[in-house]
Protein backbone atom coordinates (compact mmCIF):
# COMPACT_ATOMS: atom_id res chain seq x y z
CA UNK A 1 0.00 0.00 0.00
CA UNK A 2 1.31 3.70 -0.40
CA UNK A 3 0.40 6.81 0.81
CA UNK A 4 -0.79 9.92 -0.30
CA UNK A 5 2.86 11.40 -0.24
CA UNK A 6 5.15 8.88 -1.72
CA UNK A 7 5.26 6.57 -4.26
CA UNK A 8 5.65 3.04 -4.81
CA UNK A 9 9.51 1.72 -4.51
CA UNK A 10 11.03 1.91 -7.74
CA UNK A 11 8.72 4.37 -9.17
CA UNK A 12 9.00 6.09 -11.35
CA UNK A 13 11.56 3.62 -13.48
CA UNK A 14 14.56 5.51 -14.31
CA UNK A 15 15.21 5.76 -17.95
CA UNK A 16 17.75 8.30 -19.01
CA UNK A 17 17.16 9.59 -22.76
CA UNK A 18 20.44 10.88 -24.74
CA UNK A 19 21.36 14.64 -24.96
CA UNK A 20 19.64 15.82 -21.64
CA UNK A 21 21.25 17.45 -19.10
CA UNK A 22 22.67 15.56 -15.85
CA UNK A 23 20.65 17.54 -12.91
CA UNK A 24 18.51 20.48 -13.43
CA UNK A 25 17.64 23.08 -10.71
CA UNK A 26 13.94 23.79 -10.26
CA UNK A 27 13.22 26.90 -9.45
CA UNK A 28 10.27 27.38 -7.13
CA UNK A 29 7.81 30.06 -7.48
CA UNK A 30 5.22 28.53 -5.30
CA UNK A 31 4.99 30.81 -2.37
CA UNK A 32 5.50 34.07 -4.90
CA UNK A 33 3.72 33.33 -8.46
CA UNK A 34 1.88 30.76 -6.91
CA UNK A 35 -0.22 32.58 -4.07
CA UNK A 36 -0.10 36.11 -5.22
CA UNK A 37 -3.44 35.66 -7.20
CA UNK A 38 -5.25 33.97 -4.31
CA UNK A 39 -8.35 35.63 -3.71
CA UNK A 40 -8.43 35.24 0.20
CA UNK A 41 -5.30 36.18 2.23
CA UNK A 42 -3.18 33.41 3.49
CA UNK A 43 -1.16 34.43 7.08
CA UNK A 44 1.96 34.69 6.92
CA UNK A 45 2.81 32.24 9.21
CA UNK A 46 1.39 29.56 6.96
CA UNK A 47 3.48 31.12 4.08
CA UNK A 48 6.58 30.95 6.12
CA UNK A 49 5.82 27.35 6.76
CA UNK A 50 5.34 26.64 3.62
CA UNK A 51 8.61 28.07 2.75
CA UNK A 52 10.23 26.24 5.26
CA UNK A 53 8.70 22.83 4.07
CA UNK A 54 9.78 23.42 0.12
CA UNK A 55 12.99 24.08 1.10
CA UNK A 56 13.25 20.94 3.48
CA UNK A 57 12.07 18.86 0.70
CA UNK A 58 15.29 19.80 -1.35
CA UNK A 59 14.12 22.72 -3.26
CA UNK A 60 17.73 24.43 -3.93
CA UNK A 61 15.74 27.81 -4.51
CA UNK A 62 12.33 28.98 -3.40
CA UNK A 63 11.08 31.95 -4.46
CA UNK A 64 9.73 33.63 -1.15
CA UNK A 65 7.47 36.94 -2.12
CA UNK A 66 7.51 40.64 -3.78
CA UNK A 67 8.21 43.39 -2.56
CA UNK A 68 5.45 45.17 -4.68
CA UNK A 69 2.86 48.34 -3.53
CA UNK A 70 -0.02 46.66 -1.47
CA UNK A 71 -2.36 47.93 -3.88
CA UNK A 72 -1.26 46.06 -7.12
CA UNK A 73 -1.14 42.75 -5.19
CA UNK A 74 -2.63 42.32 -1.55
CA UNK A 75 -1.46 38.82 -0.95
CA UNK A 76 2.08 39.76 -0.83
CA UNK A 77 1.61 43.08 1.26
CA UNK A 78 3.14 41.14 4.04
CA UNK A 79 6.44 40.71 2.81
CA UNK A 80 8.15 42.83 5.41
CA UNK A 81 6.71 40.01 7.98
CA UNK A 82 7.49 37.25 6.37
CA UNK A 83 10.67 37.66 5.43
CA UNK A 84 12.65 38.10 9.27
CA UNK A 85 10.51 34.86 10.05
CA UNK A 86 12.69 33.00 7.37
CA UNK A 87 15.82 34.06 9.24
CA UNK A 88 17.05 30.16 9.55
CA UNK A 89 17.54 29.47 5.47
CA UNK A 90 19.87 30.96 3.37
CA UNK A 91 19.32 34.34 1.58
CA UNK A 92 20.52 33.32 -1.56
CA UNK A 93 18.06 30.75 -2.20
CA UNK A 94 15.19 32.98 -1.32
CA UNK A 95 14.70 35.80 -4.33
CA UNK A 96 12.66 37.85 -4.30
CA UNK A 97 11.01 40.27 -6.85
CA UNK A 98 11.35 44.35 -6.61
CA UNK A 99 9.09 46.43 -9.14
CA UNK A 100 11.51 49.52 -8.69
CA UNK A 101 14.22 51.27 -6.57
CA UNK A 102 11.70 51.81 -3.96
CA UNK A 103 11.00 47.85 -3.54
CA UNK A 104 14.73 46.81 -3.81
CA UNK A 105 15.32 49.58 -0.49
CA UNK A 106 12.80 47.25 1.16
CA UNK A 107 14.30 44.26 0.12
CA UNK A 108 18.10 45.32 0.39
CA UNK A 109 16.90 46.63 4.34
CA UNK A 110 15.97 42.56 5.11
CA UNK A 111 18.99 41.28 3.86
CA UNK A 112 17.62 39.78 0.30
CA UNK A 113 20.62 38.64 -1.59
CA UNK A 114 18.94 37.56 -4.87
CA UNK A 115 16.07 39.47 -6.71
CA UNK A 116 13.99 39.65 -9.49
CA UNK A 117 12.91 42.30 -11.94
CA UNK A 118 9.52 42.15 -14.53
CA UNK A 119 9.68 42.75 -18.14
CA UNK A 120 7.16 42.12 -20.65
CA UNK A 121 8.05 41.02 -24.31
CA UNK A 122 5.10 42.52 -25.90
CA UNK A 123 3.81 46.32 -25.25
CA UNK A 124 0.09 45.32 -24.38
CA UNK A 125 1.77 43.58 -21.35
CA UNK A 126 3.68 45.96 -20.17
CA UNK A 127 0.76 48.70 -20.25
CA UNK A 128 -0.55 46.13 -18.26
CA UNK A 129 1.33 45.04 -15.66
CA UNK A 130 3.89 47.94 -15.44
CA UNK A 131 2.05 50.88 -17.37
CA UNK A 132 4.44 51.59 -18.42
CA UNK A 133 5.83 50.80 -22.87
CA UNK A 134 8.60 48.24 -23.32
CA UNK A 135 11.23 50.19 -23.26
CA UNK A 136 9.87 52.74 -20.08
CA UNK A 137 10.01 49.60 -18.25
CA UNK A 138 13.37 48.51 -19.23
CA UNK A 139 14.54 52.44 -18.01
CA UNK A 140 12.49 51.75 -15.10
CA UNK A 141 14.48 48.56 -14.21
CA UNK A 142 18.28 50.07 -15.28
CA UNK A 143 19.02 51.58 -12.07
CA UNK A 144 17.47 48.61 -9.64
CA UNK A 145 19.58 45.98 -11.44
CA UNK A 146 22.82 48.59 -11.22
CA UNK A 147 22.40 49.05 -7.10
CA UNK A 148 21.94 45.19 -6.84
CA UNK A 149 24.75 44.12 -8.82
CA UNK A 150 26.81 46.85 -6.59
CA UNK A 151 25.64 45.51 -3.57
CA UNK A 152 26.80 41.55 -4.46
CA UNK A 153 23.09 40.71 -5.11
CA UNK A 154 21.86 38.17 -7.82
CA UNK A 155 19.65 39.47 -10.35
CA UNK A 156 16.98 37.21 -12.90
CA UNK A 157 15.29 38.98 -15.00
CA UNK A 158 11.54 37.71 -15.89
CA UNK A 159 10.32 38.29 -18.99
CA UNK A 160 6.62 37.18 -19.94
CA UNK A 161 4.66 36.61 -22.59
CA UNK A 162 7.19 35.35 -25.02
CA UNK A 163 5.39 32.83 -26.41
CA UNK A 164 1.84 34.59 -26.87
CA UNK A 165 0.17 37.51 -26.05
CA UNK A 166 -3.84 37.60 -25.03
CA UNK A 167 -3.99 41.19 -26.55
CA UNK A 168 -1.28 40.78 -29.24
CA UNK A 169 -1.62 37.19 -30.06
CA UNK A 170 1.51 35.84 -31.52
CA UNK A 171 5.04 37.21 -30.48
CA UNK A 172 7.64 38.17 -32.94
CA UNK A 173 10.82 35.97 -31.83
CA UNK A 174 12.94 39.24 -32.67
CA UNK A 175 10.59 41.25 -30.23
CA UNK A 176 10.95 38.98 -27.66
CA UNK A 177 15.17 38.54 -28.03
CA UNK A 178 15.42 41.90 -28.06
CA UNK A 179 14.27 42.42 -24.64
CA UNK A 180 16.37 39.50 -23.47
CA UNK A 181 19.41 40.80 -24.94
CA UNK A 182 18.37 44.32 -23.31
CA UNK A 183 18.15 42.94 -19.80
CA UNK A 184 21.45 41.14 -19.99
CA UNK A 185 23.11 44.06 -21.02
CA UNK A 186 21.40 45.59 -17.80
CA UNK A 187 23.44 43.54 -15.90
CA UNK A 188 20.74 40.82 -15.28
CA UNK A 189 22.65 36.97 -14.31
CA UNK A 190 20.15 34.95 -15.37
CA UNK A 191 16.63 35.29 -17.48
CA UNK A 192 13.60 33.22 -16.92
CA UNK A 193 11.67 32.83 -20.30
CA UNK A 194 7.50 32.97 -19.16
CA UNK A 195 4.55 31.57 -21.78
CA UNK A 196 2.16 33.19 -19.24
CA UNK A 197 -0.92 32.51 -21.04
CA UNK A 198 0.42 28.53 -21.62
CA UNK A 199 0.54 28.76 -25.40
CA UNK A 200 3.71 27.80 -26.28
CA UNK A 201 4.54 24.70 -28.29
CA UNK A 202 8.20 22.72 -28.44
CA UNK A 203 8.79 24.00 -31.65
CA UNK A 204 8.16 27.28 -30.35
CA UNK A 205 10.43 26.62 -27.46
CA UNK A 206 13.47 25.49 -29.81
CA UNK A 207 12.69 28.24 -32.33
CA UNK A 208 13.16 31.05 -29.75
CA UNK A 209 16.17 29.45 -27.91
CA UNK A 210 17.90 29.07 -31.07
CA UNK A 211 17.11 32.57 -32.07
CA UNK A 212 18.43 33.25 -28.71
CA UNK A 213 21.59 31.61 -28.81
CA UNK A 214 22.41 33.37 -32.58
CA UNK A 215 22.22 36.65 -30.79
CA UNK A 216 24.77 35.78 -28.71
CA UNK A 217 22.83 34.77 -25.17
CA UNK A 218 24.46 31.53 -24.05
CA UNK A 219 21.94 28.68 -23.04
CA UNK A 220 23.25 28.53 -19.74
CA UNK A 221 21.69 32.12 -18.60
CA UNK A 222 18.55 31.18 -19.65
CA UNK A 223 15.87 29.38 -17.17
CA UNK A 224 11.76 28.64 -18.62
CA UNK A 225 8.92 29.37 -16.84
CA UNK A 226 5.55 27.24 -18.57
CA UNK A 227 1.97 27.47 -17.64
CA UNK A 228 -0.08 24.47 -18.57
CA UNK A 229 -2.97 25.89 -19.85
CA UNK A 230 -2.98 23.99 -23.19
CA UNK A 231 -1.61 20.91 -21.21
CA UNK A 232 1.66 21.81 -22.71
CA UNK A 233 4.04 22.63 -20.12
CA UNK A 234 6.19 19.11 -19.87
CA UNK A 235 6.40 18.87 -23.17
CA UNK A 236 8.01 22.24 -23.59
CA UNK A 237 10.28 21.57 -20.64
CA UNK A 238 11.39 18.74 -22.27
CA UNK A 239 12.20 20.24 -25.49
CA UNK A 240 14.41 22.87 -23.19
CA UNK A 241 16.00 20.47 -21.82
CA UNK A 242 16.70 19.00 -25.07
CA UNK A 243 18.24 22.29 -26.19
CA UNK A 244 20.45 22.14 -22.88
CA UNK A 245 18.14 23.87 -20.42
CA UNK A 246 19.16 23.08 -16.88
CA UNK A 247 16.48 25.93 -14.64
CA UNK A 248 13.26 25.39 -14.82
CA UNK A 249 10.22 27.18 -12.98
CA UNK A 250 7.58 25.09 -11.33
CA UNK A 251 4.91 25.81 -8.71
CA UNK A 252 4.39 23.35 -5.57
CA UNK A 253 1.08 22.18 -6.45
CA UNK A 254 0.38 23.87 -9.78
CA UNK A 255 -0.13 27.10 -8.25
CA UNK A 256 -0.90 30.28 -9.30
CA UNK A 257 -1.86 32.48 -12.65
CA UNK A 258 -1.11 35.80 -13.22
CA UNK A 259 -3.63 39.11 -12.06
CA UNK A 260 -3.22 40.66 -15.31
CA UNK A 261 -3.57 37.76 -17.99
CA UNK A 262 -7.10 36.10 -17.19
CA UNK A 263 -6.08 33.24 -19.70
CA UNK A 264 -3.12 31.97 -17.71
CA UNK A 265 -4.16 29.66 -15.71
CA UNK A 266 -1.76 27.40 -13.05
CA UNK A 267 2.00 27.13 -13.21
CA UNK A 268 3.84 23.65 -13.98
CA UNK A 269 3.70 21.74 -10.96
CA UNK A 270 6.89 20.87 -9.10
CA UNK A 271 5.39 17.63 -8.67
CA UNK A 272 4.58 16.62 -12.02
CA UNK A 273 8.41 18.16 -13.11
CA UNK A 274 10.27 15.99 -10.62
CA UNK A 275 8.36 12.73 -11.21
CA UNK A 276 9.43 13.40 -15.37
CA UNK A 277 12.85 14.49 -13.98
CA UNK A 278 12.93 11.55 -12.50
CA UNK A 279 12.01 8.98 -14.21
CA UNK A 280 14.57 10.87 -17.28
CA UNK A 281 17.31 9.92 -14.58
CA UNK A 282 18.12 13.72 -14.18
CA UNK A 283 19.34 14.66 -10.66
CA UNK A 284 17.19 17.60 -8.67
CA UNK A 285 18.05 17.04 -5.15
CA UNK A 286 14.21 16.96 -4.83
CA UNK A 287 12.47 14.55 -2.27
CA UNK A 288 9.13 13.90 -4.08
CA UNK A 289 7.59 12.01 -1.11
CA UNK A 290 8.33 15.04 1.21
CA UNK A 291 7.45 17.70 -1.86
CA UNK A 292 4.14 16.61 -2.59
CA UNK A 293 3.25 16.45 1.27
CA UNK A 294 3.94 19.40 1.29
CA UNK A 295 1.61 20.26 -1.74
CA UNK A 296 -1.11 18.75 -0.10
CA UNK A 297 -0.74 20.43 3.30
CA UNK A 298 -1.38 23.94 1.28
CA UNK A 299 -3.90 22.40 -0.88
CA UNK A 300 -6.06 21.87 2.34
CA UNK A 301 -4.70 24.79 3.74
CA UNK A 302 -6.37 26.81 0.54
CA UNK A 303 -9.36 24.54 1.00
CA UNK A 304 -9.16 22.95 -2.46
CA UNK A 305 -7.44 20.23 -4.13
CA UNK A 306 -4.21 20.61 -6.22
CA UNK A 307 -4.44 20.29 -10.39
CA UNK A 308 -1.28 18.69 -10.31
CA UNK A 309 -1.54 15.30 -11.35
CA UNK A 310 1.09 13.61 -9.83
CA UNK A 311 -0.51 14.84 -6.28
CA UNK A 312 -3.82 13.44 -7.65
CA UNK A 313 -2.16 10.42 -8.67
CA UNK A 314 -0.72 9.13 -5.32
CA UNK A 315 -3.70 10.49 -3.41
CA UNK A 316 -5.66 8.04 -5.29
CA UNK A 317 -3.13 5.38 -4.76
CA UNK A 318 -3.07 6.13 -1.37
CA UNK A 319 -6.69 4.99 -1.27
CA UNK A 320 -6.07 1.38 -3.06
CA UNK A 321 -4.92 -1.82 -0.98
Known amino acids: MTT ?34 EKAVVPTGIKAEFIHRLADAGLPVVEATSFVHPKWVPQLADAEALFPLLDDL ?29 ASATESFAK ?21 KDAGVQVRGYLSMCFGDPWEGPVPLAGTVRVCRELLD ?8 GDTIGV ?4 HVQRLLTALNEAGVPTSRLGVHFHDTYGQALANTFAALQHGVTTVDASAGGLGGCPYARSATGNLATEDLVWMLHGLG ?5 DLGRLTAT ?11 SPSRTLRALSHDSHQE
Open 186 to 193: LGCDELSL
Open 128 to 148: ANLNRTVDEALAMFAPVVARA
Open 200 to 203: ATPG
Open 90 to 118: DPHRLPVLVPNERGLDRALALGARRIAVF
Open 4 to 37: ADTPAPGLPMQVPAEGLPARVTIHEVGPRDGLQN
Open 282 to 286: IETGV
Open 295 to 305: SAWMAEALGRP
